[in-house]
Every structure is written in structure tokens, then in C-alpha cells.
């Protein structure tokens, strides 16, 4: 056997560079731009699922929200029937819980409800009231100028 034979080492690879071909070169910067449209693509989809989510989040914290004030208040706002119970003799408007019974307020009438408080019936009684005592035939006491009591084409009013 040949001595250079038996002195020789397993075979070892190392990475080393080379130069390239332009024809190498041409392939490599055909594979780069394919992965940088794959990229620009990849990002896209990145930035569409975000914006989805953020949309999702969006939605989900309000709801966290109100439920996270409702346990820490250990209430929450529904919508219950309530009685208002006028008090003339007050000038009040006294406010009541029809599922617990408890009156839940107090407050002065306003100018509009003491009004109406003298006048007990609606207009719609008193049209009745005058069809029924010889008024225009079905109650109508309107003229061209509008009902009675309002003020018409005309400007006038009538009382």
C-alpha cells in the first residue's frame, strides 16, 4: 500500500466561498424576489387577521366591561315598570316601584304637569262632550284653521 494512502484522513467538508456563475447569480435573485413577494404576501395576511382581531377585541371589551361593573356594583340596570303618582297638593311627582313597591323618587311637577292638573280630562273628553251636547256631527269642532284651542292657518287662537 501506498504510504500517502495509509496517512490519509477521513474526507472533511468545510464551507468555504466561491464565486458565481452569472447564471447562479441570476437563480438565486430569482429565488429572493419569489421569497419577498412570499413575504409581502405572508405580512399582508398578517396585517387582515390584526385588523380581524382587533375588530374582535373591540367587541368583546365592551362587553367584559359592563359585566365586570356589574359584579363590582352587584346591580344591574333593567327596565321596570314604574307609577308616577302626582301629588297636587305638593306640587310633586312621586315616583314607584311596581315589582318592589317602593317609591324610588320625588320630585316638584314641572310647569306642564301642574297645567294639566287643572284641567283633569284631555281634549279628547271635551270634543266628546261637545259632540254629544249638539256640536258638529262624529265630534270634528276643527275648522279650515285647525282643532279649537290650537292655533290655525290664521295665527288665532280659540278658547
Same mark, same amino acid.
Not at 281634549?123 to 266628546?128: E, H
Not at 262632550?129 to 258638529?136: E, H, I, K, S, V
Given at each position: 500500500m ?7 484522513? @477521513? ?7 466561491? !464565486?458565481?456563475? %452569472?447564471? +447562479? ?5 430569482? !429565488? ?5 413577494? &412570499?413575504? +409581502?404576501?405572508?405580512?399582508t +395576511?398578517?396585517?387582515?387577521? %390584526?385588523? /380581524? ?5 373591540? $367587541?368583546?371589551? @365592551? ?6 361593573? /356589574?359584579? &363590582? ?9 314604574? &307609577?308616577?303618582?302626582?301629588? @297636587? ?10 315589582? =318592589? ?11 306642564? +304637569? ?6 283633569? &280630562?284631555?281634549?279628547?273628553?271635551? =270634543? $266628546?262632550?261637545?259632540a254629544? %251636547?249638539?256640536? @258638529?256631527?262624529? *265630534?270634528?269642532?276643527?275648522?279650515? !284653521? $285647525?282643532?279649537?284651542?290650537?292655533? *290655525?292657518?290664521? *295665527?288665532?287662537?280659540?278658547?
Amino acid at each position: 500500500m501506498d504510504q500517502s494512502a495509509e496517512n490519509a484522513r @477521513p474526507a472533511v467538508f468545510r464551507e468555504l466561498p466561491c !464565486k458565481l456563475t %452569472a447564471s +447562479e447569480v441570476q437563480a438565486f435573485g430569482e !429565488k429572493l424576489a419569489a421569497y419577498v413577494g &412570499r413575504l +409581502e404576501q405572508i405580512e399582508t +395576511e398578517k396585517k387582515v387577521d %390584526a385588523d /380581524i382581531h382587533a375588530v374582535k377585541i373591540k $367587541g368583546v371589551k @365592551p362587553v367584559i366591561e359592563r359585566l365586570a361593573k /356589574i359584579v &363590582r356594583d352587584r346591580q344591574e340596570f333593567r327596565s321596570i315598570e314604574i &307609577r308616577e303618582l302626582v301629588v @297636587p297638593e305638593t306640587r310633586t311627582v312621586i315616583t314607584h316601584r311596581v315589582d =318592589t313597591g317602593e317609591n324610588i323618587g320625588e320630585r316638584d311637577m314641572t310647569e306642564d +304637569e301642574q297645567q294639566r292638573s287643572l284641567f283633569p &280630562r284631555g281634549l279628547s273628553d271635551v =270634543t $266628546g262632550d261637545l259632540a254629544t %251636547a249638539g256640536g @258638529p256631527a262624529g *265630534g270634528d269642532i276643527s275648522d279650515d !284653521k $285647525g282643532p279649537v284651542g290650537q292655533a *290655525g292657518a290664521g *295665527g288665532q287662537t280659540f278658547d
